[in-house]
């Protein structure tokens, strides 16, 4: 009986003990380690062959992240990319992406935004209202 009691005492003291965080330094300090958010890429998924418009949305689009985000861009922290379909050395991207016809994303780690309509509904005639779309999804995966 003693024994029990013993072994239910550890039990109690080990559960109620408070332990260390597995991902703290061992150096002596408990300051928690911060990761580095994923960066934001915006990606024009596009065909060799393009007509005005696609070519427009990809315009409209490299101009949004170069007016609105200089210092961004420069640290890395944002990109533009515009990608052909029919490269096969984007197929990997393209599978990732889950991207099969033309398409304008922004991503940042798991989280993907497909914008797409928007593009090739303001490109042409509004260009500021695409510029506006492109500006506010990235800031928000910037935070």
Do not use: W
């Amino acid at each position: 009986m003693r024994r029990i009691g013993f072994i239910m005492l550890i039990s109690a003291i080990a559960t109620l003990t408070p332990v260390r965080a597995v991902n703290n330094p061992v150096n002596g300090t408990d300051t928690p380690q911060v990761k580095k958010s994923a960066p934001v890429e915006v990606y024009y998924f596009h065909m060799t062959r393009r007509c005005v418009t696609c070519q427009t949305v990809e315009k409209v689009t490299e101009e949004a992240i170069k007016e609105n985000f200089k210092d961004a861009l420069a640290k890395g922290e944002v990109s533009f990319k515009s990608i052909n379909l029919e490269d096969k050395t984007n197929k990997s991207l393209m599978k990732k992406l889950k991207v099969g016809g033309q398409s304008l994303l922004i991503v940042s780690g798991s989280e993907k935004i497909d914008i797409t309509d928007k593009g090739f509904m303001y490109a042409v005639n509004e260009p500021d209202k695409l510029k506006s779309e492109i500006k506010s999804h990235v800031k928000k995966l910037l935070k």
